[in-house]
């Protein structure tokens, strides 16, 4: 085993426990437990599934700053980003964020570790965490910038962290995170929704039997919206699972003809792109507040594209030609974004809690099948999440 000393990691820690304990664990020697390795699938270029590769002597994470946490991952999941992000998607932007430390150490982003959701243990807390202790079961979802989540430790700050839901098991857990704080950005920061607004308004998810859709279908119906949800033949028993008003399936007749037959909406989240939004656009309520947000934007493609001096300069052009277009039609148009909170997953937990939001998994995969997992996700079609058992819950 490479053993590399990793002495920093008691400056900042309140309990510098993490690496015997991770000795122990794997019955390492005591005198050899202050140099540790960590197993975690990584990519060291970007590129097609054979990138991906299992690496046993990843160097375990340390922390940085003293808001951070130490988490040992009982389980993981996938999501789209992690299948773009492997073939580079972002990189550009992604790498300007990225741990000036590891960049400087590696000379570049790579060995990367994918994976943005968590759920897990808290091994080790920085100096000024309050919140959060040693052997709190947590749930985040960490920003792509980050070191990921396919690990078998991952660091991140506490304001993305959150106690995990005492209702769910490690491996439900894993499954909410990122597509249920994408849909809560979309949401509740770009549309303005919230528990108090939601009732009577009329929403519609267009790919809705996705992780996101899913995630955004019981969000609305939690906080008493009306939610009409687009999906295929196949996902319509889901969707009626979750609680959707009306459902209309995308495959037996043109969209445009189907919606034509409904009211109009008040809000409008596209997960699907394309030519979805042109004619999404056409059926909200002119004049009354209405939003169209969609998550598929030429945000981070611009830059890989263009440079992120001419990316951003595109992109905002882009963006301010097509808030201003539609402002004159009284339509309030957004892009949405994932943005990482610990807070907001703490109302998502509470919501869970209740029986109002429930995890929606459609496979469990153990930690050697990532790359079948990132396969399965890149097929497309997906009914929730597939989550990596990062620790096999048996043992
Ligand atoms: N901007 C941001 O920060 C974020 C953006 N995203 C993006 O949002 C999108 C959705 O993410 P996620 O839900 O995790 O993806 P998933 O792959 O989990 O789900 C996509 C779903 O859309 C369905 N679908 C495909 N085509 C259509 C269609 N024409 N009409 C209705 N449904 C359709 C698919 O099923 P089927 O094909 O069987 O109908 C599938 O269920 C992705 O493009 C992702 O990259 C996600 C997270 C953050």
Same mark, same amino acid.
Request: with cysteine; charged share 20%.
């Given at each position: 085993?490479?053993?590399?000393?990793?002495?920093?990691?008691?400056?900042?820690? &309140?309990?510098?426990?993490?690496?015997?304990?991770?000795?122990?664990? +794997?019955?390492?020697?005591?005198?050899?437990?202050?140099?540790?390795?960590?197993?975690?699938?990584? /990519?060291?270029?970007?590129?097609?599934?054979?990138?991906?590769?299992?690496?046993?002597?990843?160097?375990?994470?340390? $922390?940085?700053?003293?808001?951070?946490?130490?988490?040992?991952?009982?389980?993981?999941?996938?999501?789209?980003?992690?299948?773009?992000?492997?073939?580079?998607?972002?990189?550009?932007?992604?790498? @300007?964020?990225?741990?000036?430390?590891? /960049?400087?150490?590696?000379?570049?982003?790579?060995?990367?570790?994918?994976?943005?959701?968590?759920?897990?243990?808290?091994? *080790?807390?920085?100096?000024?965490?309050?919140?959060?202790?040693?052997?709190?079961?947590?749930?985040?979802? /960490?920003?792509?910038?980050?070191?990921?989540?396919?690990?078998?430790?991952?660091?991140?700050?506490?304001? *993305?962290?959150?106690?995990?839901?005492?209702?769910?098991?490690?491996?439900?857990?894993?499954?909410?995170?990122?597509? @249920?704080?994408?849909?809560?950005?979309?949401?509740?920061?770009?549309?303005?929704?919230?528990?108090?607004?939601?009732?009577?308004?009329?929403?519609?998810?267009?790919?809705?039997?996705?992780?996101?859709?899913?995630?955004?279908?019981?969000?609305?119906?939690?906080?008493?919206?009306?939610?009409?949800?687009?999906?295929?033949?196949?996902?319509?028993?889901?969707?009626?699972?979750?609680?959707?008003?009306?459902?209309?399936?995308?495959?037996?007749?043109?969209?445009?003809?189907?919606?034509?037959? &409904?009211?109009?909406?008040?809000?409008?989240?596209?997960?699907?792109?394309?030519?979805?939004? *042109?004619?999404?656009?056409?059926?909200?309520?002119?004049? #009354?507040?209405?939003?169209?947000?969609?998550?598929?934007?030429?945000?981070?493609?611009?830059?890989?594209?263009?440079? /992120?001096?001419?990316? @951003? @300069?595109?992109?905002?052009?882009?963006?301010?030609?097509?808030?201003?277009?539609?402002?004159?039609?009284? $339509?309030?148009?957004?892009?949405?974004?994932?943005?990482? #909170?610990?807070? #907001?997953?703490? =109302?998502?937990? =509470?919501?869970?809690?209740?029986?109002? $939001? &429930?995890?929606?998994?459609?496979?469990?995969?153990?930690?050697?099948?990532?790359?079948?997992?990132?396969?399965?996700?890149?097929?497309?079609?997906? +009914?929730?999440?597939?989550?990596?058992?990062?620790?096999?819950?048996?043992?």
């Amino acid at each position: 085993m490479n053993i590399v000393c990793r002495r920093s990691v008691f400056h900042l820690c &309140r309990r510098p426990s993490l690496i015997a304990d991770a000795g122990k664990e +794997r019955g390492i020697h005591s005198s050899c437990r202050r140099s540790m390795v960590m197993p975690a699938w990584v /990519i060291d270029k970007y590129g097609s599934n054979d990138v991906l590769r299992f690496n046993e002597n990843v160097l375990l994470p340390i $922390i940085h700053y003293p808001n951070e946490v130490i988490i040992k991952v009982h389980a993981a999941s996938v999501n789209p980003i992690d299948v773009n992000m492997r073939s580079g998607y972002g990189s550009k932007s992604l790498n @300007m964020s990225r741990d000036p430390l590891h /960049i400087k150490t590696s000379g570049s982003e790579f060995p990367l570790v994918l994976g943005r959701d968590v759920s897990g243990t808290v091994m *080790e807390c920085g100096l000024n965490v309050k919140y959060f202790k040693p052997g709190d079961q947590v749930w985040a979802a /960490i920003p792509p910038w980050k070191q990921g989540t396919f690990a078998e430790f991952v660091v991140a700050s506490v304001n *993305e962290v959150s106690l995990k839901p005492k209702s769910l098991s490690y491996t439900e857990a894993a499954s909410l995170p990122y597509v @249920m704080l994408t849909a809560w950005a979309a949401l509740v920061n770009s549309c303005g929704l919230s528990k108090e607004k939601c009732p009577g308004k009329r929403v519609l998810i267009i790919g809705a039997s996705g992780g996101v859709g899913t995630a955004a279908i019981q969000l609305m119906k939690a906080w008493g919206a009306h939610v009409t949800a687009v999906c295929s033949g196949n996902a319509v028993t889901l969707m009626k699972d979750l609680g959707a008003d009306d459902i209309i399936d995308y495959t037996v007749a043109r969209l445009k003809d189907q919606l034509k037959t &409904r009211d109009l909406f008040d809000v409008i989240l596209d997960n699907i792109g394309g030519t979805s939004e *042109e004619l999404a656009l056409q059926f909200l309520k002119p004049w #009354s507040g209405a939003t169209f947000v969609t998550l598929v934007t030429p945000f981070l493609y611009n830059n890989d594209q263009l440079g /992120i001096a001419d990316g @951003m @300069m595109r992109t905002g052009v882009t963006l301010a030609s097509k808030v201003i277009k539609h402002y004159y039609k009284g $339509i309030h148009y957004r892009w949405g974004f994932f943005a990482p #909170s610990g807070p #907001s997953l703490d =109302e998502v937990g =509470e919501l869970v809690d209740a029986g109002k $939001i &429930r995890p929606v998994i459609e496979d469990v995969l153990p930690m050697s099948d990532v790359p079948k997992a990132f396969q399965k996700l890149e097929a497309g079609h997906a +009914r929730g999440k597939t989550v990596i058992q990062v620790v096999d819950p048996k043992k």
